[in-house]
């Protein structure tokens, strides 16, 4: 129904910036809220980041709160997530996930749809 593709990952140095992008297709209107997860090995999943659906608010976690910015192009379909200021805590699979709900909070958001994930990388 909704597939969503990441892609802007890599290897960087701490301190370097990535811009991660998640294009999305099928039924995107659909799709409201926005999210950014991440999963580090052995680790659970975290929620990262989040976007309302008109691109006017979102939502981060502490750790993150000043480096990154997501943000979203509704008429692209696509929600990047600018990283910058990067520590190698940040070294994870980031994962792009949808909802067709509007809410955007952590403990609110339901994904509906997920990414494949992109690996970042960051090297000290």
């Known amino acids: 129904q909704v597939q969503l593709v990441e892609s802007g990952g890599g290897l960087v140095q701490a301190g370097g910036s990535l811009r991660l992008s998640c294009a999305a297709s099928?039924?995107?209107?659909?799709?409201?809220?926005m999210a950014w997860f991440r999963q580090a090995p052995g680790k659970e999943r975290e929620f990262v980041a989040a976007?309302?659906?008109?691109?006017?608010?979102?939502y981060y976690i502490d750790s993150v709160k000043d480096r990154f910015t997501i943000s979203r192009d509704n008429a692209k379909n696509t929600v990047y997530l600018q990283m910058n200021s990067l520590k190698p805590e940040d070294t994870a699979v980031y994962y792009c996930?949808?909802?067709?709900?509007?809410?955007?909070?952590?403990?609110?958001?339901?994904?509906?749809?997920w990414g494949q994930g992109t690996q970042v990388t960051v090297s000290s």
């Open positions: 099928g039924r995107t209107a659909s799709t409201r809220a």
């Open positions: 976007i309302s659906w008109t691109g006017i608010t979102s």
């Open positions: 996930a949808a909802s067709i709900g509007y809410y955007y909070t952590p403990a609110l958001f339901s994904p509906n749809f």
